[in-house]
């Protein structure tokens, strides 16, 4: 991490022991006020001075918590800079190539899942093209730069929830990543975005839609096809960048002529919904109602309830609304859509794959259908399940690879 991230993980672990202090107080004040509301007007003189003490020792404690944040981070930034400095005689190191690292990578993409859209914007992930574990800046002399082996075919890959760009490469030592393969076989220049999970979906449909804008204009050669890739969550911010870019008449919407969904959920997911509903049960008793919101999640894990992806998550109080208010969107023209399920049974079709699915998704919110309703009107032909995998296996597998090779070099069907 750089030094500023390192800063900010510890003024925010500070903060978050001063937000759990504070909830023990308002429970401790909830069930004292129980106790003393038996006693009656008798027990007054006492009440006020528990009260007083127990707010004092509250807030000492609090702020102590937070200040130990607040110096922690100075010390971690004072050391991280040293750090970036080097041992005399080398080279200093490069703080975007430390926040590129795999491990603090993924401790800020499991942040910003769970919160998000509540971060400061020292931690908060900006969505952007990312290549050498960094940002990279879409203009035309830094995008020739960095692909300068660039192709006019595009494959674009979205991570899920939690994850980051390196999640592409999962297993990679014992099969090769989807995007090499790309690369190596069809021609394609794979393209790896990392975002903010914890956000909105419609919100990262916005920037993904713009990001694309901006991608495709900076590329080095004119862009005749581009192929998008989405697991898990990242589907579902491809298919909202995908509608808001249809409606604004966005050029590279034309060039999209293949778009894989890899376990996401269409239709919801299953433990997106129980953390809903503990979050609301938890939030009818006053005893726990100040942990509720630790229990529901970011704004991003709320859209994975019934599936959004456009602002339907408007219609009501996502905290106190069960109800599902996501509209059928149509899946892009042009384009040829394929989703791909796995179940960890061996039989995907079994009562068992259909229950469980991958463990984060069922197979029919994958396929987006429901019953004999199809919400998500994927074409006959184009659904692929698998059986001995869970959700994370999507991400790279032999069989996965072949079916998506498969479905790429199967004549275009009307």
Known sequence: MTPTELQAVSRLGGQAFAGLVSRIERVHQTIGGRAFGVIGPVGAPVRLIHDSVARGVYRAVGS???????????????????????????????GPALMGSAL??????????????????????????????????????RV??????????????????????NAWNRSASRSEPYGRRLRAELGYTPVYVRYNTGRHVSDNGHDLARLLDDLTAAWP?????????????????????????????APWVKRVRHVFY?????????????????????GQVPET??????????????????????????????????????????LLPGASHYAISAAISANPGSPLGA????LLVRPGSAHGRRGTSQHVPFPVGHAHE????????????????????????????P
């Open 64 to 94: 102590a918590g937070a200040a130990a944040g607040a110096l922690g981070g100075e010390a971690a930034s004072l050391a991280g800079t040293l750090g970036l400095r080097g041992a005399p005689g080398q080279p200093p190191a490069e």
């Open 104 to 141: 603090s990578g993924t401790a800020l993409a499991v942040l910003n899942a769970v919160t998000g859209d509540r971060l400061g914007p020292d931690l908060a992930i900006r969505m952007a093209v990312r290549a050498g574990g960094r940002d990279v800046e879409l203009t035309p002399g």
């Open 144 to 165: 020739r730069a960095v692909f300068a082996d660039a192709t006019p075919r595009l494959a674009v890959f979205l991570h899920g929830l939690a994850e980051t760009e």
């Open 221 to 249: 050669v004119r862009v005749r096809e581009v192929l998008l890739v989405g697991h898990s969550m990242g589907g579902l911010v491809i298919r909202s960048a995908c509608h808001y870019g249809d409606e604004a008449g």
């Open 262 to 282: 890899l376990g996401s959920p269409h239709l919801g997911a299953p433990l997106a919904r129980v953390a809903g509903l503990a979050g609301w049960a938890l």
């Open 289 to 330: 109602r100040p942990f509720a919101d630790l229990v529901t999640g970011s704004s991003g894990i709320k859209d994975l309830r019934h599936g959004y992806v456009l602002d339907d998550w408007a219609a009501c109080d996502p905290d106190g609304c069960s109800h599902n208010h996501r509209r059928d969107v149509p």
């Open 355 to 358: 229950l469980v699915g991958d």
């Open 386 to 413: 698998f059986g001995g995998m869970h959700h994370f296996d999507l991400l790279n597998h032999p069989d996965v690879w072949e079916a998506m090779r498969g479905l790429l070099l199967r004549p275009p069907q």
